[in-house]
């Protein structure tokens, strides 16, 4: 497995900007995908955009224009910058990452996961 450590996470005011960092070790990092969910309260913990090897990238419809997804194989790290957010954010922010071959569309194709960094916007 991968261990995973989000940081970045804040109080801002609706509007402003965050910055996510996922720190990675144990695996080859470049050659994961990986990616970030949310999850609201009471909510199910929900895709916000993934990575893979290669740069391909997706992004949930709601976060497309404000999110940006990025990795530095170098650092072994990973990244969410987040613009213009809104209350509708909110929420815990966790950072996973998946070994398999194929693009990993299911919460459950993700094999490692971080402890999750909260993220809240204030109206």
């Known amino acids: 497995q991968v261990q995973l450590v989000e940081s970045g996470g804040g109080l801002v005011q609706a509007g402003g900007s965050l910055r996510l960092s996922c720190a990675a070790s144990?695996?080859?990092?470049?050659?994961?995908?990986m990616a970030w969910f949310r999850q609201a309260p009471g909510k199910e913990r929900d895709l916000v955009a993934r990575?893979?090897?290669?740069?391909?990238?997706r992004y949930t419809d709601s976060v497309k224009g404000r999110f940006t997804i990025s990795r530095d194989n170098a650092k072994n790290t990973l990244y969410l910058q987040m613009n213009s957010l809104n209350p509708e954010d909110t929420g815990v922010y966790y950072c996973?990452?998946?070994?398999?071959?194929?693009?990993?569309?299911?919460?459950?194709?993700?094999?490692?996961w971080g402890q999750g960094t909260q993220v809240t916007i204030s109206s």
């Open positions: 144990g695996r080859t990092f470049s050659s994961l995908w």
């Open positions: 990575i893979g090897s290669g740069g391909r990238i």
């Open positions: 996973a990452a998946s070994e398999s071959p194929f693009i990993p569309i299911r919460t459950s194709n993700y094999d490692s």
